[in-house]
C-alpha cells in the first residue's frame, strides 16, 4: 500500500470577528476581537476554490485517505482541505486524535429510547476526551508559529474542568522545547481521574477557588495583558479541530445524513458550534445533501442557551448568564459560555437551510443524566456523564415528540466512562450532596457481595476452601447441577 501524499491544496485563512465584522490576519495569537471583545471564527478566502472539486470526488478523496499510512493525514487531518489548510506537512502533531467509532446501541437500548441509537465514543481519543480534536489543530497552528517566529518559549494556559487541562497538557508534553503548559482548575470541582492528567504530563496545575467561569476569567486577564497561548474554546484553531466530528460522522453514514439527528452537549458552546461549522462546510461543497438535525442538550442546572433558544419569537430572545450549580455532567456547569456567539451565527445559518427543526435545545434533570449514564453503561457502553446528558436529551425529546421513529440519533459520548467513575459510586452509596438534587433509586445500586469472611479463608486448608467458597456461590446465585 501507497502512502498518501500530503495535500497540495492550501488555504487564506483570517480571524473574523463576529461582532464587529473585522478581520484580523493568522500570523498573531488573536483570541478575541481587539476593537470589540467579541469572539472570532477562522474562514478560508480561497474556499470556494474547492467547489472545482465535486462532491463526489471529495467523497473519494477521504475515503481514499481513510486506509493511508501517513501519521499526518491518519486523524483529523484526513480532512485538511475543509478546516486548516495553512499548517505544513512537518507542523502536524498527531497522538492518534480521531476516527472514534460510532458504536449502534444494543436492541435493549433501542427498544428503550424507540429508535435506532448510537454513541460516538469519544473517549477514544488520547486523553481520553473529545477535546484532542481541538488541541491537534491548535498545537500544530501553535508549533508553525513558534517554528516561524523562532519562539524560545510559549506558555500554554487553559481553564478547564478537567478533560480540556487533560487533553492541554498532554499535547504540550508531546510538543515539549519551548511549550509550557499551565492549566487553572476549580478547586474541589475536578474529579481525581481528571486531576491526575495534566499532573502526570507534568503541567503546572493551579487550582483557584470558585466554578469553571470563575477559572476562565482568570485565564482570559492572562490571555488579555501576557504572552500566553490560550487553549480553551475561545482559541478559534480549537473549534476549527473539532468540525472533524462532523467529518467523520458523515464518512461513517458514507456521507448519507438524511433522518440523522445528532445530541450535543452544550457546555463552553465550542463542540455544537464546531459541529454545526463542519456539516454547513460539506453540505456547501455539494460533499453531503442532507444536514443532520442538531439537538443541543443542558442540564437544568446550567442552561443559559436553552433558556435563549426557549422564547419562540427570534426577535424576543436575550441571552443572559446564569449562575450555576454542582452538575455530574461537569464538563456543561457553565453558565456563560464563550462560544454563545457562535452558537447563534452558525444555528442561523443552519436553520435557514433546514428550517426550525433543525437546531434546537433541550434541558434535562440531574437526575436523569446520572441515570442515563447508568443506563447506557449497563447496555454494553461506555458513556461518561456528558454522554449520559445526551441520552437523557434525546428520552426528553421523545417525550417531546421532537424525534420520529423513522429517525437515527447519534448522541455524543464526550469522554470516557472511567473519569467520571465517582459519579457513579457516588449514586450507588446515595452520597450526592443535596444540591445536585439526585435521589438515587436503591434498586440501580451494584455493590460487590463478599463470598467468605477472611478469618473463615484463614482457619481453612485450600481444599476445604474452595469447596466452601464454592459451595456458598452455588448458594447466592441459585446454580442447579449439570
Known sequence: ??????????????????????????????????????????????????????????REIFDRRA????????????????????????????????????????????????????FKNDGQNPSASFKDRGMACAFSYLNALVRKNEWDQVLTVCASTGDTSAAAALYASYLGGPVKSVVILPQGKVTPQQLAQPLGSGATVLEVPGVFDDCMKVVEHLADNYRVALLNSKNSWRILGQESYAFEVAQWYDWNLKDKCIFVPIGNAGNITAIMAG?????????????????????????PVYRYYAVDDPTQRKYEPVAV???????????????????????????????????????????????????????????????????????????????????????????????????????????????????????????????LEPEVKQSLEIGEYVSKAADKVVEMLGLEKK
Not at 498518501?4 to 491544496?9: A, R
Not at 478575541?32 to 462532491?55: A, H, M
Open 279 to 303: 456539516f454547513l462546510k460539506m453540505h456547501e461543497l455539494g460533499i453531503i445533501e442532507d444536514l443532520p438535525r442538531i439537538f443541543g442538550v443542558q442540564s437544568e442546572h446550567a442552561d
Open 67 to 118: 486506509s493511508t499510512k501517513n501519521d499526518k493525514l491518519r486523524g483529523i487531518f484526513r480532512f485538511y482541505e475543509l478546516f486548516a489548510p495553512v499548517i505544513g506537512e512537518d507542523d502536524i502533531v498527531y497522538l492518534g486524535e480521531g476516527n472514534t467509532p460510532i458504536v449502534s446501541s444494543s436492541p435493549a437500548l433501542n427498544e428503550i429510547t424507540g429508535v435506532k441509537t448510537a
Open 1 to 58: 500500500m501507497t502512502v498518501e501524499s500530503f495535500p497540495e491544496y492550501r488555504g487564506d485563512l483570517f480571524y473574523n470577528c463576529l461582532g464587529c465584522g473585522k478581520t484580523f490576519d493568522i500570523n498573531e495569537l488573536y483570541y478575541t476581537c481587539p476593537d470589540c471583545g467579541s469572539v472570532f471564527i477562522l474562514q478560508d478566502r480561497n474556499f470556494d476554490s474547492l467547489k472545482q472539486t465535486s462532491g463526489a470526488q471529495w
Open 325 to 451: 450549580r454542582p452538575s455530574v455532567a461537569q464538563a456543561a456547569m457553565i453558565g456563560n459560555p464563550v462560544s454563545f456567539p457562535r452558537v447563534k451565527h452558525f444555528a442561523d445559518k443552519y436553520e435557514a437551510i433546514g428550517g426550525r427543526e433543525a437546531f434546537q435545545v433541550v434541558h434535562v434533570r440531574e437526575q436523569d443524566i446520572i441515570e442515563s449514564m447508568l443506563l447506557a453503561n449497563s447496555k454494553g457502553h461506555i458513556a461518561c456523564t456528558q454522554g449520559g446528558e445526551c441520552l437523557a436529551g434525546l428520552l426528553r425529546s421523545r417525550e417531546l415528540g421532537l424525534v420520529a421513529d423513522s429517525e437515527t440519533a447519534i448522541l455524543d459520548s464526550t469522554a470516557h466512562q472511567l473519569k467520571f467513575i465517582g459519579f457513579q459510586e457516588m449514586y450507588y452509596d446515595n452520597s450526592f450532596p443535596a444540591e445536585y438534587e439526585i435521589s438515587p433509586d436503591a434498586s440501580k445500586a451494584n455493590r460487590p457481595q463478599l463470598v
